[in-house]
């Protein structure tokens, strides 16, 4: 295939390629007809064809259902010289995502139809599908409930105060309630304020070596279980933003025994690096919540591997390169993560065996468009070619200097990760990614 | 030894030999601080700047006369007359500074690995003369010179540090120091002062100050910083001196000798009682600052000694 990265997908052969998922045998090769953007035809790749159109040979690679990372900070508006919502969808599709859910902490916030409408408008006849989350109260102030039926009107899928908690326990009780009339989820990050205070990262020995105020796993273990209380009183959905402890991980597990309507979502850099990164001082490894120890890692791996943990997802915070270069008390949290996702969750997950490629559709498409009420895609004839291709074989280096995304921050810069997205296809258009 | 650090950012990772080798350097520079024209040219035509981000006393004065006192060209920077008033970043300042050929930087600044980024803004040697709540390198090396002159050697001494373990940049580097050293290390302080799992330091840890004392040959002393009254980690500072502070009716229970130390400067009647600070039977302080300079010529002369190869 020649020509643009990004064009139509008017006439397409994807051939020899293996599909990953449900009712497919991962031995066998498959050719996928697409036609003005729909899935036409699925055929064994031995069949004859007399297709006239634009062949990719995709022997050794693997075709997943479009790829959603439902937790994304893009920034716009107010800080486009972060990050862009076009911007933020360039990197998303080069890590092999097609669609995103952008959390509302922008300037003005995601509070009102406006914005709503906004996002949705500038990202119209794209490959890349934005999904936005609106906030639960007004300028995530915590004082007074957003128009939530308004938003979910104009297009909003959950509602969040990411970046903290709701601290008042009425005001989240009225979100739940409220909010079970549009069968949406409330998306809490789960934090004590005055437990974390002015902390920078985990509360550990290694916190205590440094010198550095810590972050407790303990505050996030009691907004986890009051949250847990109060979804179980008001019988709302509650789903559990970058779960990052292991007594977070044990309250969710007993959560979902006994019929609470919960979900819970990780990062890939929660299940890659522990607080031992900090020794560095070096400020890509500042996010919130912060790097946990290793018994916390091992809880979150369990947590995915048992079903606890539904979904991975990036929390991908750009951010300038002149905020997050400095003293790491002064550096602001969160690291990008688009375009290291899939390689990590193959060098952590898949390699190891802990998660199969079909766990990682259910974690990365499935359940996260299930949590949000949405359909999620199928590689089927007559659906629309929602896909996400990956080179199993593509081992890589990661360069921070060769992003898509506007900011530089993440902690992952010279890793060599296994597995990268080849391309991606969706709403009628093709990306093939760079090498 | 060849001293092979080119910054030195805290006592963490520095092994027994090389914390002698300062001391014993140190030990040839009283020697010149006692002559009547107390200075060497050891380092003429190199120049050093500090950068103090936060306002300091002695630390200061001691390392702008360690300097002099070795020769060298001397800058000195605070942020209330520089331009991080106007928002300049601690790399652009440490860059700005560094283009005008500086050799050496001592910084002390209030955020934790200040001293480990700014090995990566510049070139020349970095000295941390204090970083937050992390590490103070030079004072835990002249407390343990001042502890050596006194007792000769430091392993197997029994050193009780007691107060804000928390807080104290002086607590983690005498921590690392002393124990590289073999020494025996306790803390004593309110529960809320006791760094998270501060067990795995190797130390033993008491609440009880009389316990601490009666474990200890040396009782090091930590500033009460005034601000932390109102962030609860003690009730007042009148039961925080009932129940922490360090009396010589506590030290006659005790009944055994002990000295001790302060990095100061010393809330007199909070954590430590002025008939102890300033009776020399008991009180070393003076003698620490004294070995402030020795310590930090010491330093200088064997990162700069690199320099002059």
């Given at each position: 295939m020649s020509g643009s990265k990004f064009q139509k997908a008017e006439k397409i052969l994807l051939k020899n390629v293996t599909i990953i998922d449900d009712?497919?045998?991962?031995q066998k090769q498959w050719d996928i007809f697409i036609i003005d953007g729909k899935i036409n035809a699925i055929n064994p790749t031995s069949e004859k064809t007399d297709f006239n159109g634009a062949v990719l040979d995709l022997s050794g690679k693997l075709a997943l259902p479009g790829l959603l990372d439902m937790h994304v900070h893009f920034r716009e508006p107010g800080r486009e010289d972060e990050e862009t919502l076009k911007s933020g969808a360039h990197s998303a599709m080069a890590g092999g995502f097609t669609a995103a859910c952008t959390m509302p902490n922008t300037n003005p916030a995601t509070d009102n139809r406006e914005v709503i409408e906004f996002i949705l408008d500038e990202m119209k006849n794209h490959l890349f599908s934005i999904y936005p989350i609106a906030a639960i109260t007004k300028d995530q102030q915590g004082e007074k409930l957003a128009e939530m039926a308004e938003l979910v009107d104009a297009g909003a899928v959950a509602f969040s105060d990411d970046?903290?908690?709701?601290?008042?326990s009425l005001l989240l009780r009225r979100a739940l309630e409220y909010s079970k009339m549009f069968n949406v989820p409330i998306i809490e990050h789960c934090e004590d304020a005055h437990l974390v205070?002015?902390?920078?990262?985990?509360?550990g020995f290694v916190s205590s070596n440094l010198g550095l105020a810590g972050m407790p796993a303990i505050a996030e273990d009691v907004i986890v279980a009051r949250n847990l209380m109060l979804a179980e009183y008001t019988g709302g959905k509650i789903h559990i933003a970058h779960i990052s402890t292991k007594g977070a991980v044990d309250l969710v597990r007993q959560a979902k025994d006994k019929g609470i309507d919960v979900t819970a979502e990780a990062t890939p850099h929660h299940f890659s690096?522990?607080?031992?990164?900090?020794r560095s001082f070096d400020?890509?490894?500042?996010?919130?919540p912060p790097l946990r120890s290793e018994e916390h890692v091992a809880a979150i791996i369990e947590g995915l591997k048992d079903g606890t943990i539904d979904a991975i997802v990036t929390d991908h915070a750009p951010h300038s390169i002149e905020e997050k270069d400095a003293e790491f008390s002064a550096a602001p949290f969160g690291i990008i993560g688009l375009e290291t996702a899939l390689g990590l969750v193959a060098k952590q997950l898949v390699k190891p065996g802990i998660l199969s490629w079909q766990d990682i559709v259910q974690k990365m498409c499935k359940n996260p468009y299930r949590i949000l009420g949405l359909e999620a895609p199928q590689i089927?004839?007559?659906?629309?070619?929602n896909l996400t291709i990956i080179d199993p074989a593509g081992e890589w280096e990661v360069d921070k200097?060769?992003?898509?995304?506007?900011?530089?921050?993440?902690?992952?810069?010279?890793w060599k990760l296994p597995v990268r997205a080849f391309a991606v296809l969706n709403n009628g258009y093709f990306y093939l990614a760079e090498k | 030894m060849s001293f092979k650090r080119k910054?030195?950012?805290?006592?963490?990772?520095?092994?027994a030999e090389e914390i002698t080798h300062i001391l014993n350097t140190a030990e040839t520079f009283k020697e010149v601080l006692a002559?009547?024209?107390?200075?060497?040219?050891?380092?003429?035509?190199k120049t050093i700047v500090n950068l103090f981000y936060e306002a300091s006393t002695r630390t200061r004065f001691s390392f702008e006369l360690a300097e002099k006192r070795l020769s060298a060209d001397t800058l000195n920077f605070s942020t209330s007359t520089s331009s991080v008033k106007k928002g300049e970043s601690l790399r652009d300042t440490a860059q700005n500074i560094e283009a005008m050929k500086v050799d050496m930087v001592v910084i002390r600044h209030s955020a934790p690995g200040a001293p480990h980024y700014l090995t990566q803004c510049i070139k020349g040697s970095v000295i941390n003369a204090g970083d937050g709540c992390h590490e103070h390198p030079t004072q835990a090396l002249l407390d343990m010179l001042t502890i050596r002159d006194k007792y000769?050697?430091?392993?197997g001494l029994r050193v009780a540090i007691i107060g804000?373990?928390?807080?104290s940049r002086v607590a983690r580097s005498n921590i690392y120091g002393l124990t590289t050293m073999g020494a025996e290390v306790a803390l004593c302080a309110p529960q809320t002062m006791i760094p998270y799992e501060a067990e795995k330091w190797n130390v033993r840890i008491f609440n009880d100050v009389d316990e601490a004392i009666a474990f200890a040959d040396i009782v090091m002393a930590l500033r009460?910083?005034?601000?932390?009254?109102?962030?609860?980690?003690?009730?007042?500072l009148r039961e925080y001196h009932n129940y922490f502070g360090i009396t010589k009716e506590r030290l006659d229970r005790a009944n055994k000798k002990i000295t001790i130390m302060h990095p100061g400067p010393i809330n007199r009647g909070i954590e430590l009682d002025s008939d102890l600070a300033d009776d020399d039977r008991y009180s070393v302080i003076l003698n620490q600052v004294t070995n402030g300079v020795a310590i930090r010529m010491a330093v200088l002369y064997l990162l700069g000694g690199e320099l002059q190869e």
């Open positions: 009712g497919y045998n991962e970046g903290k908690s709701v601290a008042n205070g002015s902390g920078d990262m985990h509360e690096l522990t607080d031992e990164a900090v400020s890509n490894f500042k996010m919130n089927k004839a007559g659906e629309i070619a200097f060769n992003m898509k995304s506007r900011s530089r921050n993440t902690p992952f810069h010279g | 910054h030195l950012l805290g006592l963490e990772d520095v092994s002559r009547p024209i107390p200075k060497v040219p050891t380092l003429r035509g000769k050697y430091l392993k804000d373990i928390l807080h009460i910083q005034m601000e932390r009254q109102t962030q609860n980690f003690f009730p007042t």
